[in-house]
């Protein structure tokens, strides 16, 4: 199954917490603080693999977290860091955040083997009591929980790497010739729109040399505008180096054909008109088109084209079509990464930053970012962690911002998932 565009969601790991903990051995009656921090959550990364061309392995599972950092112990034993999540995509994937539906943002193009983006970063782990013990607060019952992990909501978007790309209107020939000069199997019948997917195949020039095509399928009139499947297939040619236009030799028109392929290439992306053509006639074997070839010929030298004639079922000079093509090749640029043609701008948020809203059911809601994750990472048993946090609100001005909005005693605060009683 070919799957080319797709959405999925991925969450980093959240942080070990911090341990409150005590020594406690045995002639040391006053044993200091021993709690251990907390290991780093996982990471979430993603990573080309050369062997992939579709993204169907996301088809069942769109859902990907990494694991979180174990918890710190006694004697300053620091937590285990979680490994990190590495999910594999083929080359050519180009990787959206959608966590804000009205926001997409590029966040990158995955195009060389091996590359690697981090979309999410694990949590850090939660500091010990350790960390807490001050001259006048020798046994800290402090601690930090584990940092939360990051999660995203992602688009991604394959367009195929080949270095040859074959195109033309249906039944054209272009399975048929992919069949010929690679091993590549595609399905092959007398009528159009047989191939419903692109297909890959792997040509060897010699003992040191190979080239990538993609059959991309036939396309018609108006596909830029995304009639057919236009838009689905005019994607991938936007990778390819050069391009093998097939001409059907039996068509009523091939000339038309010729016009109106390279318009919905310029009409979708004017870059795809500049690429590199070779120009084939198909069916060659045919009588009629043997008949023919003379005016196709002349037709398409009075538009500066250059012509040859293959047969792709009987392989006629196929090989000849393809060592042209590589010649083609080896002067053609370099793929160019994917940028959008409107970058979106996405004002940075003070961390420091909060808001205070009511709920409907009357209370209040305090959200900002370091006050959420500063509420996550505290252990609200402890007498010492929750005198930290109202320093924190204190310091930030959140409490303030309560008593200037009217709160009042015994109101509840929610700030992320917790619910806080004031008092006041």
Same mark, same amino acid.
């Given at each position: ?8 969601? =991925? ?8 341990? #409150? ?6 002639? #040391? ?15 979430? *990364? ?39 999540? =590495? ?23 995955? #195009? ?6 981090? *979309? ?29 992990? &990051? ?10 790497? %080949?270095?040859?790309?074959? *195109? ?7 399975? $048929? ?11 092959? %019948?007398?009528?159009?729109?047989? $191939? ?5 195949? #792997? ?7 190979? =080239? ?12 830029? &505008? ?64 043997? &008949? ?66 009511? &709920? ?10 370091? *006050? ?53």
């Amino acid at each position: 199954m070919f799957i080319d565009e797709i959405a999925i969601t =991925v969450r980093s790991g959240k942080g070990g917490d911090g341990s #409150v903990h005590f020594r406690r051995e045995k002639y #040391v009656p006053r044993g200091g603080p021993d709690g251990g921090d907390g290991g780093k959550g996982g990471d979430v *990364i993603l990573q080309v693999r050369e062997t992939l061309n579709t993204l169907s392995g996301f088809h069942y599972n769109q859902r990907f977290i990494a694991e979180d950092g174990k918890p710190g112990s006694k004697q300053n034993q620091y937590g285990k860091s979680a490994e990190d999540l =590495v999910i594999q995509v083929p080359p050519g994937t180009i990787v959206y955040d959608i966590s804000d539906p009205n926001q997409p943002a590029l966040v990158g193009d995955l #195009v060389q083997p091996d590359q690697l983006i981090t *979309i999410c970063k694990g949590g850090r782990g939660g500091r010990g009591n350790s960390h807490f013990a001050t001259a006048r607060n020798q046994t800290p019952h402090t601690a930090e929980k584990g940092e939360p992990g &990051e999660e995203k909501r992602l688009k991604l978007e394959l367009k195929l790497i %080949a270095d040859i790309g074959l *195109i033309g209107v249906p039944n054209a020939g272009k399975s $048929t010739l992919l069949a010929a000069l690679t091993n590549a199997r595609p399905k092959i %019948a007398a009528y159009p729109f047989t $191939t419903l997917e692109p297909n890959l195949g #792997v040509a060897r020039i010699d003992d040191d040399t190979t =080239v990538v095509l993609a059959d991309i399928p036939g396309l018609i009139e108006r596909a830029h &505008e995304g009639v057919g499947l236009g838009h689905d297939f005019l994607r991938h040619i936007q990778r390819t180096r050069v391009l093998i236009h097939l001409l059907d030799g039996l068509s009523v028109d091939p000339m038309a054909d010729f016009s109106q392929i390279n318009s919905e290439l310029a009409l979708f992306d004017k870059n795809l008109s500049k690429k590199p053509q070779i120009v084939a006639l198909n069916k060659i074997d045919q009588p009629a088109v043997q &008949e023919l070839w003379p005016e196709f010929k002349k037709q398409m030298d009075k538009l500066g084209h250059e012509i040859m004639p293959i047969s792709a079922l009987a392989r006629t000079d196929v090989r000849k079509l393809l060592r042209k093509a590589v010649e083609a090749l080896s002067k053609a640029p370099a793929i160019e990464t994917f940028e959008p043609a409107i970058p979106v701008y996405r004002p940075e948020e003070d961390p420091k930053d909060f808001r205070i809203s009511r &709920e409907d059911d009357g209370s209040w809601r305090v959200s900002g970012s370091a *006050i959420e994750r500063s509420a996550a990472m505290t252990y609200w048993e402890h007498r010492g962690s929750l005198r930290r946090f109202q320093r924190l609100m204190e310091r930030l001005g959140v409490e303030e911002a309560l008593r200037a909005a009217g709160i009042e005693e015994g109101e509840t605060v929610h700030i992320g998932e917790y619910a806080l009683e004031w008092q006041d």
